[in-house]
């Protein structure tokens, strides 16, 4: 089983086991998979901004539970990139590239996932992100500025494309890398 | 403006007052013996003494209470002007009111109060300092760099005094500079103090600047290790600078003893932490006298590591570390927050008398002045910290996993300011050294250079150099938000997978002190929790049951007109002074990653809770819109809604009073509740819950800012409740995220758009 981890995400055995440990160890009654009040127990993602956002990124779409397998796919999001990776020109993105993390940062934001950020979804997020000081006002002239920039195609959404562009000169492989799972 | 004049109405008072009580302490204590003598004259005519002065008999307390007055005086004139405790560190604010004072002073030839002697700074003034240091260390992040922080601390500080001794020794072989005498032993003894590092005025610069997690953990290590080599260290020169000759046995004796100074002083400690964590278990029904036990333990520890001759730092400080963690879960809250405040009360305390006095005994000493020594030691010092540094964190870097490039290393060496320590040891040096004077001058440069100088230059230096990493010119509003959030994004996960627990003899011990060690220590019946998380969990509980999949409504409708002002707002250009008032907001109001090394450790403030709070209440809040949102479609409950907690708490009051109260069992068993139903704080629990569900029910219709500021109030009343959790450096109830989680995954799309009309529609009046 590991061996197809480790194919499939490039993540080391060891970290497979200290991934298995946490896994059993959020998982309260045994059951074989989580379920979101597990994720809930985590105290620390209270008091994240968008931590029910996280935490939904593990679900996929209509799913209540999350078993080992997509737990570990969806951390492998966060291996920090090899460098010295050879490029197979017909093999798969691998999980921790560029365009995946962008993606997954994508989906946070695109909650119904219609493949756009609607200016109604970039304003829940940019609401959770901002102190309670922040006027509605404010908020919706961030918003509005934010789609500006971004919005290529005049839809007045930003689209995948139109996210990854304006990212181009962020380094996502350190921002989006945890390097405990180097 | 009339915070200004507050502020110079306080000083003028300030100086006033001390002005009159020292000048007329001159009056006063030759009045007292005409005082005396009227007495006698009067017995002997046998009248009544009406009036007397008696000033002998209160002399040394009242001094000591006026300068402590004096001092904190100073501290609210600082805190007056928010901008200035930005620029300028608060060490150099205090030493410059001392200065002030020493000045006043020097004018009516008073001499300072001799109250700072050997005895009265190691056994009073110096406990609460240590004390704060190591109770309010961030453990996690501590242990794990642990190795990193001792290496530095110890064998930096080692280095630090061997080579300025072993240099300025060279120097005064010169004969240029007239020192010829000073021997080797008495510039060891010099050296050893200087290098006391104390960057505790850097620390929250750093902390301000958001650096990097390592490098603050490494500065605050080193600042409390430090301290404790250079007192063995002192020790030890002291009694070797005593001897007329020393020998290489006496070095190889030294070095032993200060290893078992070291780990000798370390075992006392973690003792006495651990009987104080078991003392604590018996307390329940004494809890006011709680804090007491927590205080007492400690400087027990501190007496009995002196008495033999161990380090009493390194006890104080290790007992503390292993003591929080357990007594902060056995006492009641009121008696934690007690010791937090009183600790970080006696350390500013400390610190303040201690700078306020380096700045008057600056003033008024003779000084002993020698340019070339003054000027070598400054340069030394300087020179070989960087080296230190530099040639250390090589050593290190390659069995860390996270390296420190270059601008660590230099803040690091910036920021190794010289503090209160350095002056204590210097001014408690015996009469035997015969350059003490000297040795007092030069320490008390170095300390007023490297505060005033490196103190003000490093805010701007550190930003200078972390404006080089990115280059912001070239970053949107687009990039600045979504970087933060990929951030806040990572830390989410890292604290899902737990990342600490990856060492196997952490592990290993975790899984010890689970079983065994809490077993013992932890007192059983202790629940603790908070008032905002059980009534989220109640909540949430009403949530699970109530939730179906709601009927398809009038979703779509409130989208259209946003899709039509957007379409029309979408034309408004934005001026370049838009933007720059766009980037001034984020950056200042979009909460900042949560780090784990929180503001626990500035010396001068308590940590600062209000941003978690206020995510958890808006959680809250929205959640129970939600909540509400959904509940509109069933009439029927719309009327229990707003107190339900009360009649779901009631049910919950009436299982039974001493049991773990698992919540839908599938919760962490970290709520527990506090059933004791004759304790206050039941009955608070119940007045403020229906309070607070009053409170945000009514905010719906009440004008917003009332409502909100209302449930703010509450929550900043019993924010001290929820302040402690065993362990991590932040103390947060557990989130029903799953309420927010069941909406969101809710197939039908409806679902979200109902919540997010709600949304909408909520948000502006609570704003």
């Keep these: 089983q590991t061996y197809l981890f480790q194919y499939t995400f490039a993540v080391t055995p060891a970290h497979i086991k200290r991934l298995y440990k946490r896994f059993q160890a959020l998982d309260k009654g045994n059951k074989g998979y989580l379920s979101p009040q597990d994720f809930g127990s985590v105290k620390e993602l209270a008091t994240n901004p968008i931590g029910d956002r996280i935490i939904g990124a593990f679900f996929s779409q209509g799913q209540e539970t999350v078993d080992f397998h997509s737990f570990v796919r969806i951390l492998a999001h966060f291996r920090p990139l090899d460098k010295n990776r050879a490029k197979r020109p017909d093999s798969p993105e691998p999980i921790n590239s560029r365009i995946s993390k962008l993606r997954f940062a994508f989906q946070l934001y695109d909650q119904d996932n219609d493949g756009k950020i609607s200016r109604d979804e970039l304003l829940q997020v940019l609401r959770t992100m901002l102190e309670m000081q922040v006027t509605e006002e404010q908020l919706e002239s961030i918003a509005d500025r934010t789609i500006q920039e971004a919005d290529l195609d005049g839809d007045n959404a930003i689209s995948f494309d139109e996210f990854r562009k304006s990212l181009e000169k962020v380094n996502i492989e350190h921002k989006m890398s945890s390097r405990f799972l180097h | ?767």
């Excluded at chain 2, 006043?104 to 001799?114: L, Y």
């Excluded at chain 2, 070095?255 to 002083?265: A, E, H, I, K």
């Excluded at chain 2, 000084?367 to 290190?396: E, K, S």
């Design chain 2, 1 to 767: 403006m009339q915070m200004g004049k507050l502020f110079k109405r306080n000083c003028y008072a300030v100086f006033l007052i001390f002005l009159v009580v020292h000048a007329s302490w001159g009056y006063v204590s030759n009045g007292n013996q005409s005082g005396t003598e009227d007495e006698t004259e009067s017995e002997q005519e046998q009248n009544l003494p009406v009036f007397t002065l008696n000033y002998s008999r209160i002399q040394m307390p009242l001094e000591i209470t006026l300068w402590i007055l004096l001092a904190s005086f100073a501290k609210i004139g600082f805190n007056v002007y928010e901008r200035i405790t930005i620029w300028i560190p608060e060490t150099c604010l205090l030493i410059g009111v001392g200065l002030i004072v020493g000045a006043i002073m020097h004018s009516v030839q008073e001499r300072p109060p001799a109250v700072l002697t050997s005895r009265v700074f190691f056994l009073y003034i110096l406990p609460p300092l240590v004390l704060d240091s190591g109770y309010f260390m961030p453990i996690r992040p501590f242990i794990e760099n642990i190795g990193t922080v001792l290496w530095v601390a110890v064998v930096g500080t080692l280095w630090n005094s061997i080579g300025v001794g072993l240099s300025l020794y060279a120097v005064c072989c010169i004969d240029f500079f007239g020192v010829r005498d000073i021997s080797v032993q008495e510039n060891l003894l010099f050296a050893s103090i200087i290098s006391a590092v104390d960057p505790v005025a850097v620390l929250s610069i750093f902390e301000d600047l958001s650096v990097n997690e390592q490098l603050y953990i490494v500065a605050l290590g080193e600042c409390l290790f430090s301290d404790a080599v250079t007192v063995v260290l002192y020790d030890m020169f002291t009694f070797l600078a005593g001897m007329p000759k020393v020998e290489s046995r006496d070095v190889f004796l030294g070095m032993t003893r200060f290893l078992v100074v070291g780990v000798g002083g370390l075992l006392l400690g973690v003792l006495f932490g651990f009987v104080a964590a078991f003392t604590t278990r018996f307390t329940s029904k004494v809890s006011e006298i709680e804090p007491l036990f927590a205080f007492m333990y400690s400087y027990l520890a501190y007496l009995v590591a002196d008495m033999l001759s161990t380090s009493s730092i390194m006890a104080i400080v290790t007992c503390a570390l292993t003591m929080k963690y357990y007594v902060e879960e056995n006492v009641a809250q009121n008696s934690c927050t007690t010791i937090r405040h009183v600790i970080k009360m006696l350390a500013t305390l400390s610190e303040t008398v201690i700078f306020l006095f380096l700045g008057v005994v600056t003033v008024t000493t003779e000084h002993q002045w020698n340019w070339g020594y003054m000027l070598f030691t400054l340069l030394f010092a300087f020179v070989w910290r960087a080296l230190g540094v530099v040639v250390l964190m090589h050593v290190i870097n390659p069995f860390r996993t996270i390296g420190f490039n270059y601008k660590d290393q230099f803040s690091l060496t910036y920021g190794g300011l010289r503090g209160a320590i350095s002056f204590a040891l210097v001014f408690l040096l015996p009469q035997t050294i015969v350059w003490r004077r000297l040795f007092l001058t030069a320490t008390v440069t170095i300390i007023i250079f490297t505060v005033f100088i490196q103190g003000i230059s490093i805010r701007p230096l550190i930003q200078f150099i972390n404006v080089r990493k990115t280059n912001w010119k070239l970053e949107s509003i687009n990039v600045e938000i979504h970087v933060r959030a990929m951030e806040h994004t990572v830390v989410g996960i890292e604290d899902i997978c737990a990342q600490w627990s990856h060492h196997y003899w952490k592990d290993k011990l975790q899984k010890f002190n689970d079983r065994f060690i809490r077993w013992i220590l932890i007192r059983d019946n202790q629940p603790e929790s908070s008032i905002v998380s059980l009534y989220k969990k109640l909540e949430l509980q009403n949530v699970m049951d109530i939730l179906e999949p709601p009927a398809v409504g009038d979703s779509l409708s409130p989208e259209t007109p946003n899709q039509e002002e957007s379409a029309s707002k979408l034309k408004k250009k934005f001026l370049a002074s838009d933007l720059r008032n766009m980037h001034n907001l984020l950056s200042k109001n979009m909460y900042k990653i949560r780090q784990r090394t929180v503001s626990y450790t500035s010396k001068h403030a308590l940590p600062d809770e209000t941003r978690t709070r206020e995510i958890l209440m808006r959680r809250h809040a929205s959640l129970h819109r939600s909540l509400r949102g959904v509940g509109e479609q069933h009439k029927n409950l719309a009327t229990t809604q707003r107190y339900f907690s009360l009649p779901a708490q009631r049910r919950w009051e009436h299982t039974s009073a001493s049991k773990r109260y698992p919540i839908s069992g599938n919760f962490g068993a970290e709520v527990e509740l506090d059933h004791s139903l004759a304790s206050p704080r039941s009955r608070l629990l119940r007045r403020s819950t229906s309070l607070g569900a009053r409170n945000l029910g009514a905010c719906r219709d009440m004008a917003a800012n009332a409502g909100i500021a209302a449930v703010k109030d509450h929550r900043g009343r019993h924010g001290a409740r929820r302040t402690s959790r065993p362990g991590s450096s932040q103390s947060r109830p557990p989130y029903p995220c799953p309420a927010r989680q069941h909406h969101l995954q809710d197939p039908v799309n409806n679902s979200n758009n109902r919540m997010e009309a709600s949304d909408n529609g909520m948000w502006s009046p609570l704003l």
